[in-house]
T-cell receptor, first 114, second 109 residues
Framework: EADIYQTPRYLVIGTGKKITLECSQTMGHDKMYWYQQDPGMELHLIHYSYGVNSTEKGDLSSESTVSRIRTEHFPLTLESARPSHTSQYLC?????????????FGPGTRLTVL | GQNIDQPTEMTATEGAIVQINCTYQTSGFNGLFWYQQHAGEAPTFLSYNVLDGLEEKGRFSSFLSRSKGYSYLLLKELQMKDSASYLCAVLDSNYQLIWGAGTKLIIKP
């Protein structure tokens, strides 16, 4: 079944650690996104990608990096975690060629930095 | 700047009808989405409007007026499972989604 997966679902980590949040999709979509969302707040776009070897920065990109080596895989890396990174991280994907641009979301990773 | 406004919270009674409004000011417009998000879960797609008028899908309907920068989501025959946040999002001129903060809908028996 076509789906979008994120691991880990929950992560508690100490300040200064390097972490990578994984996202994979079997939807066959070219476009992928990373969002950050605090409780009761809007989604903020961190990074997005149009396809393999394409990465673009969103509003909150300065403290993280992404890579897109394979179509189905779009990991997000925080080089040095800080308490301000505590949040929910959502990965999404959509078709590249559709104006409709409906985004499908993974279940999210809830990150706590102590 | 780009801005999307929705009420923070609304309360309604099971079986009733509720209308959630959304106003937007964005750089360009290529469509408006409504998503439902249950607490602690990911958003799921509800509706998409790109032309003025009403789109009906079962108990949910969505309306758009591009000249007024306004949309609403209408939920009929409310059920307890409809308790969730409802997110309005606009696709701007760069085909990026601009998200509102969401409206938390509380359904009471």
């Amino acid at each position: 079944e076509a789906d979008i997966y994120q691991t880990p679902r929950y992560l508690v980590i100490g300040t200064g650690k390097k972490i990578t949040l994984e996202c994979s999709q079997t939807m066959g979509h070219d476009k992928m996104y990373w969002y950050q969302q605090d409780p009761g707040m809007e989604l903020h776009l961190i990074h997005y990608s149009y396809g393999v070897n394409s990465t673009e920065k969103g509003d909150l990109s300065s403290e993280s990096t992404v890579s897109r080596i394979r179509t189905e895989h779009f990991p997000l890396t925080l080089e040095s975690a800080r308490p301000s990174h505590t949040s929910q991280y959502l990965c999404a994907s959509s078709e590249l060629t559709s104006d409709y641009n409906e985004q499908f979301f993974g279940p999210g990773t809830r990150l706590t930095v102590l | 700047g780009q801005n999307i406004d929705q009420p923070t919270e609304m309360t309604a009674t099971e079986g009733a009808i509720v209308q959630i409004n959304c106003t937007y000011q964005t750089s360009g417009f290529n469509g408006l989405f409504w998503y439902q998000q249950h607490a602690g879960e990911a958003p799921t797609f509800l509706s998409y409007n790109v032309l003025d008028g009403l789109e009906e899908k079962g108990r949910f309907s969505s309306f758009l007026s591009r000249s007024k920068g306004y949309s609403y989501l209408l939920l009929k025959e409310l059920q307890m499972k409809d308790s969730a946040s409802y997110l309005c999002a606009v696709l701007d001129s760069n085909y990026q989604l601009i998200w509102g903060a969401g409206t938390k809908l509380i359904i009471k028996p």
